[in-house]
């Protein structure tokens, strides 16, 4: 997409890209694409702030080349020194020898272990203001939102907040990088709560204190470095991300994540019963096959809602493997304060409810109940199976946080 002006000589110059298969190596981008979106403010000094993945060098440079020579600028603020925003500043230093890196204390070494960079580095302090001419900028240190040595950049005439990783999220900008003008912001939503899940969820701690520390500023623009440009509503963006941040406390909302998998379909007939008794109960609810969804959109819901229904056999003596992944998943990202039942079929010893219990444990995850059975369930074991789910969804639905 060409540059946009977000305000007078405030231009978005990112990049989309639906080529990366993987964001982190982990996270499926390659259908709905991602941005990164980075910004080029013209004034007496000319300033950059973010830069976009390396793959997208020629494309950046065009679009630097729409607003200002490369020779032209003055200041490059790293806000965060993970390679899909500062990737191109080997290249770029090299067609803008010129121009001063701006970054915390933290980034500095960063920044010289990464691309070598010795000379030209400019470290800022939390609170500092850079004037360009017309236009003023402020530093704010955000701590591990997403790395350790992340800020976010506030340009005071207009109240534009360059927030990087924070209030980001995937999906790539079609036709327009505005929450106001663009048609589908659910799918936006959904995404940047998919990005959550997957990339800053661990640190909801810091986005909260982020969010309090910012919260004086109150701007008019928040500009991330993925995804959506909030201007029509740039307090929206930030109070997902504080709702988001408080699921790591309190659970999540009411909802259940029933995560299913079988071998043999013995499991799967129970998860079918359990489901009627979910709708009975007339929770919201959402279903994953754990052996077919990656676990990038399972995160997404399971760290929405709080309550967890697990329905997987026993397999060698423990959880069915895939199941098993997603735990540790969810351990890495600190999902946090849920209500679990447990659901599934064994031959001779069982020992996923067992597994799964140890898990609940390590968690912090509060398991309410389970039903195990032999081989395929009887008449009797499919009635307690429903009997279960209504039950679950109504405890689930009036767990008051
Ligand atoms: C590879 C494999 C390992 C298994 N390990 C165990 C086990 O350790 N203990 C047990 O009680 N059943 C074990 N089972 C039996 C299954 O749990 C049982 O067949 C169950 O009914 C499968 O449920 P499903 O039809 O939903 O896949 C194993 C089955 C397979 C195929």
């Known amino acids: 997409m060409p540059r946009i002006e977000i305000a007078p000589n405030v231009f978005w110059i990112g990049v989309n890209d639906y080529n990366t298969e993987l964001f982190e190596g982990l996270w499926p981008v390659s259908e709905k694409g991602v941005s990164y979106n980075s910004y080029l403010l013209k004034d007496q000094k000319n300033v950059l702030i973010d ?57 500095q ?36 939102v997403h790395w350790p040595e992340t800020m976010v950049t ?5 109240g534009i907040l360059f927030s990087c990783d924070a209030f980001g999220g995937y999906g790539a900008l079609k036709g327009t990088i505005f929450d106001d003008q663009c048609q589908n912001l ?10 959550y899940a997957n990339i800053v969820a661990k640190f909801s701690a810091m986005v909260k204190k982020a969010i309090a520390k910012l919260s004086d500023i109150k701007p008019n623009v928040v500009a991330p470095s993925h ?66 969804i990656h676990p990038s959109y399972i995160l997404k819901t399971l760290w929405q809602n709080r309550g ?15 199941l098993a992944h997603l735990l540790d998943l969810a351990k890495r990202k600190g999902i946090a304060g849920k209500k679990v039942v447990y659901l599934g079929s064994f031959a001779w010893s069982g020992g996923a409810k067992r597994e799964l219990e140890k898990w609940c444990a390590d968690l912090n995850w509060e398991m309410i109940d389970s ?18 789910g209504n039950r679950f969804g109504k405890m689930i639905k009036q767990v008051s946080i």
């Not at 793959?55 to 390679?83: A, C, G, T």
């Not at 506030?154 to 207009?158: C, V």
Request: hydrophobic share 40%; proline share 6%; charged share 20%.
């Open 109 to 144: 070494p960063m920044i010289q272990a990464f691309y070598h960079l010795e000379k030209g580095i400019q470290t800022v302090q939390d609170g500092d203001e850079l004037s360009l001419g017309t236009k003023k900028l402020q530093f704010f240190f955000i701590p591990f």
């Open 154 to 158: 506030f340009e005071q005439s207009f």
């Open 51 to 107: 830069l976009v993945k390396s793959s997208y060098f020629d494309e950046f440079l065009y679009q630097i080349k729409q607003v200002i020579e490369p020779r032209d600028l003055h200041y490059i603020v790293v806000n965060h020194m993970e390679p899909d925003h500062s990737g191109t500043l080997s290249l770029l230093r090299e067609v803008a020898p010129q121009a001063t890196i701006l970054c915390t204390p933290q980034a």
């Open 308 to 322: 967890v229904a697990v329905a997987v056999p026993t397999y060698e003596t423990g959880l069915f493997p895939p």
């Open 227 to 292: 995804g959506l440009i909030w201007r029509g509503n740039p307090q929206q963006i930030v109070e997902l991300y504080q709702k988001w941040a408080d699921f790591q406390t309190t659970g999540g909302e009411a909802g259940v994540t029933l995560l299913y998998g079988t071998m043999y379909g013995a499991t799967e007939k129970a998860t079918e019963t359990f489901m009627q008794g979910l709708l009975k109960s007339e929770v919201p609810f959402e279903v994953f096959d754990v052996r077919k």
């Open 186 to 195: 659910d799918f936006y939503i959904d995404e940047a709560l998919r990005y």
């Open 371 to 388: 039903l195990e059975f032999k081989g395929n369930p009887t008449i009797q074991e499919f009635q307690k199976v429903e009997e279960l």
